[in-house]
């Protein structure tokens, strides 16, 4: 069965944007940006929500030719990568994405039971869709050193609690690691 693997950068009081959707906080420095080039290298598939993959697709694939090296590289895999892009509002998407506008849990319950690689979910709306069924394997914090006192939560409220088990951290300068896996 391929793991789940949710990450994202947060604030110290848990938001992935501010208030405003702004997540200019989170820019990570050469030696974090190097470390999510690495772990992306090992996603077999992304699954993204439609505001994180207009993000995404926004920038990526227009990375200048002279942008940072590390920049390119994150470019190339993400263009590349297997994505699978949940919305209900989007007719069309591109750079190796597939677009699914029906059920969501259904449709990653699937592609979790089709092998035995990493998927990564992208997406605080789509990652909230899922964790309530289970689906969620591990949890990826990138505790960044600011509190914003309000905005979008890594974690939606839930009606039962899920055990983790701590199973890394590492710090970086711009963040703190904590890698979890459901217990």
């Known amino acids: 069965m391929r793991t789940l693997i949710y990450g994202f950068t947060v604030s110290a009081d848990g938001y992935i944007n501010d208030r405003d959707g702004n ?3 989170t820019d990570p420095d050469d ?3 190097g470390f999510h080039n690495d772990r992306f290298r090992d996603v ?3 699954l993204h929500g439609r505001r994180l993959y ?3 697709a926004d920038y990526w694939p227009h990375v200048a030719d002279d942008a940072p090296p590390i920049e390119r ?3 190339g895999l993400w263009v590349n990568k297997p994505k699978y892009v949940f919305s209900r509002t989007l007719t069309e998407v591109g750079w190796n994405s597939t677009l699914v506008s029906s059920n969501a849990v259904e ?3 699937r592609l979790k039971s089709e092998g035995d690689g990493i998927l990564e979910v992208g997406g605080a709306n789509l990652a909230a869709t899922l964790i309530p069924h289970d689906l969620i394997d591990e949890y990826q914090l990138y505790v960044s050193p600011v509190i914003l ?3 979008t939560p890594f974690l939606p409220q839930l009606e039962k609690r899920i055990p983790l088990r701590l199973v890394e951290t590492r710090q970086f300068t711009t963040a703190q690691l904590l890698r979890y896996v459901t217990a």
């Open 44 to 46: 077999e598939i992304s």
């Open 31 to 33: 030696e974090l940006h």
């Open 107 to 109: 449709t990653v319950r």
């Open 73 to 75: 590289d994150f470019a």
């Open 54 to 56: 207009e993000l995404m």
């Open 149 to 151: 006192g309000g905005g």
């Open 23 to 25: 997540i200019d906080w």
